[in-house]
């Protein structure tokens, strides 16, 4: 790694102009103590192409992994937390002093603190919207709070997955957390909404939306007007943010 004046850090995704993390690390690193630091977006359209970008910045220092990437950035690091390596992926890199990259993640973190205070006692069982790395980071902190699971997706790939078009009212009466780990409804197009059977939901569920931007999706306006808690993902997105910022400044 050359070495530069100020310490780099940044987002590595596809199409990621919205980003949250820039906007949330710029303000961050405008206060005199940290303002040595900047914060960059990292778009680049394949994975392969990571390499090149590691080579060209200079003293860059940890990373912010979005979609498409949180699986895929795995093969190119030096190393992998245990946590990370269970969920099987990566939202969080860090570059240690001798240039060695490690993969964390820390959306398991952000989701487990933001989720836990809205949780009541009837709230057993949950559905996840979306197989993808979110999803997998979802899943692992449902596992150690002891909640029920299914992935749902297009095509159910396994046991633990079910379709679309098998949520009947029995399954989202029973499985009352309904936490959507997909793209739709996100800026701008705003009018998409996972395919659930809305009529169904009430008072008794939780829908959870991974996505911050707008601050109501239509998946959770739909909730919203059957009595469901409603919750965005920006809190989890600063928790995560933040424990990114712990894990770059920790000693190597």
């Known amino acids: 790694m050359k070495k530069g004046l100020n310490k780099i850090f940044g987002l590595l995704g596809k199409d990621i102009s919205y980003s949250f993390s820039k906007k949330y690390f710029s303000k961050k690193f405008a206060s005199p103590n940290l303002n040595s630091n900047k914060y960059l977006n990292f778009d680049i359209q394949r994975i392969e192409d990571f390499p090149i970008l590691l080579n060209n910045t200079n003293n860059l220092r940890g990373i912010n992994v979005t979609i498409p990437y949180k699986e895929k950035i795995i093969d190119y690091l030096d190393e992998i937390d245990d946590v ?6 990566v939202n969080t890199i860090k570059i240690t002093n001798n240039g060695k990259l490690k993969g964390y993640n820390t959306d398991a973190v952000g989701f487990r603190k933001s989720i836990i205070p809205i949780l009541l006692e009837h709230h057993k069982k949950a559905l996840i919207l979306g197989t993808g790395g979110a999803a997998k980071a979802i899943s692992y902190v449902l596992k150690t709070i002891n909640i029920e699971h299914k992935l749902v997706s297009r095509k159910a790939k396994t046991e633990a997955e079910i379709t679309y078009e098998n949520l009947s009212r029995e399954i989202i009466n029973t499985y009352n957390i309904i936490i959507n780990c997909t793209p739709l409804g996100t800026f701008p197009e705003v ?11 009430s008072n008794k569920h939780i829908l959870y939306d991974l996505i911050y931007n707008p601050n109501e999706t239509l998946f959770l306006k739909k909730g919203k007007e059957r009595g469901a808690i409603i919750k965005n993902g920006y809190q989890m997105l600063e928790l995560q943010a933040e424990d990114s910022w712990r894990i770059w400044n920790e000693n190597n």
């Open 84 to 89: 990370a390596k269970e969920i099987g992926a």
């Open 191 to 201: 009018n998409r909404s996972p395919n659930i059977p809305y009529d169904f939901l």
